[in-house]
């Protein structure tokens, strides 16, 4: 139970609010391992570099990436504040998946998948990690993203390093339930 809530504040500080603990994030998101274990540790929450790898390295959803020699960390996607995660675009898969609350249906047939105070908007190439992502918010629905079709019209993809795909939006043409 430590490692999780230590994991959803380490979401906050390096996705959205790195303030809280005065913490600078460089233009793409990076922030310096010992400095947020120092800071961290001034508000209370006790934890060492090991504990900071194991978190990285046991999170389900792989939110976080340590640079090669670990002296820097950075939320993978999911971002509300402006930086550059420096993703080069990417052919993708015919079809993603989009996992969402029934209740959203309507709104988003009409609309398309908007970003929000995102980045982007956030696919998956698993049916089973989209319905997991749409059962976080009420009773799942499963939409099918045609891709590809959005790729070869202009519209560009990008892949994080844990295998999510990010997208600026999906217009309500690409959509099939």
């Known amino acids: 139970m430590k490692n999780r809530n ?11 609010q790195p303030q809280t603990i005065d913490l600078q994030l460089d233009k793409a998101g990076w922030a310096n391992v010992n400095e947020l274990l120092e800071k961290m540790n001034q508000t209370g929450r006790k934890i060492n570099i090991e504990g900071l790898k194991e978190i990285v390295e046991t999170n389900d959803k792989q939110r976080f990436s340590f640079s090669e020699d670990y002296s820097q960390i950075r939320a993978n996607q999911g971002h509300s504040i402006k930086i550059e995660l420096g993703y080069e675009a990417k052919e993708p898969p015919q079809f993603l998946y989009h996992g969402t609350a029934t209740r ?33 918010h009420g009773k799942p629905f499963l939409f099918v993203v045609l891709a590809q079709q959005m790729h070869k019209n202009g519209l560009a993809f990008f892949q994080s390093e844990n295998g999510v795909w990010l997208t600026e939006h999906v217009p309500p043409q690409y959509l099939s339930e």
């Open 6 to 16: 230590t994991s959803r504040f380490l979401s906050l500080i390096l996705r959205h």
């Open 104 to 136: 959203n249906k309507a709104a988003i047939l009409e609309q398309g998948i908007d970003k929000r105070n995102r980045h982007h908007v956030h696919l998956s190439s698993e049916k089973e990690t989209a319905i997991k992502v749409g059962s976080r």
